[in-house]
């Protein structure tokens, strides 16, 4: 198992956002309970935890946990068969899945999502549409109010190509963009559309140790200067116990244990899991 810290990560973590972990009281979302049954499988099996504004929880867990059928049921893919999941206090279950952009869920996609063949710049305003207060019919009609919104929506992307060091890279497609940056691209898209909870789908899959390390200082300046908090689900154990405040660890379905990353990784439980599983 590769816990180790990358080196300096969690030592660029600024102290304002210790103080919104010190501070931080409300849960951001509540998983309740949450059972999913695929058939005779038992996919999720009564889980629960919260996770608190302003933090960054891990999910883990070896193979077949449960880890990607949580991840669909906060992004509403999935249904659970019981349970409830709760976003600032009101379910989120009946809720269809295009609608979770607008109440406050982003996600990233382990093979990224963006558009190949836009450039960074217009990903971005795609992503900034979902929170813009246009409409079809007023886009359509090009009414001022649409155009107005086309101003902002050009705005807010050129804030998030600047604040994500895309500029360089800003009007050039996607398709041709290294890995690393078309990760970076998704991160963007993603909090364009101004998310209160971020989901994040294995971020670190196919990037190299230099890119991993990059990741992790993006995802800790998405949370300390982006308002948001963020759910990560991750393979590279590494960059969830270097940038988590908080672990969920999932085995067969179950929470076997939760705690910051310093008690998870002395957890006779959770060591057992992973050398059981045969996991990284
Ligand atoms: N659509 C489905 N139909 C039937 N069974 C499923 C389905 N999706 C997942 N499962 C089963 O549910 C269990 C949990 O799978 P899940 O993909 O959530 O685990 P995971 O922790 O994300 O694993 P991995 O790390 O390999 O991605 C597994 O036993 C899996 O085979």
Redesign the pocket.
Known sequence: MGWADPKGMRSRMSAAADDIRADAGQPVIEVRDVTVR??G?L?LDGVSFDIRAGAILGLI?P???????LFNCLSRLYTPSSGDIRLLGRTILRQPAHKMAGMGIGRTFQNVASFHNLTVRDNVRVGAHSASRSNVASDALRLPSARRSEREIDRAAQELIDWLELGEVADRLVAGLPFGWQKRVELARAMAAKPKLLLLDEPAGGLNHDEVQELGGLILKVRDEGDVTVLLVE?HMGLVMSVSDRVVV?NF?RKIAEGTPEEMQKHPEVISAYLGGGDE
């Open positions: 695929f058939g499988v996919a867990g193979n077949g946990a449960g880890k990607t059928t393979h999932l379905g």
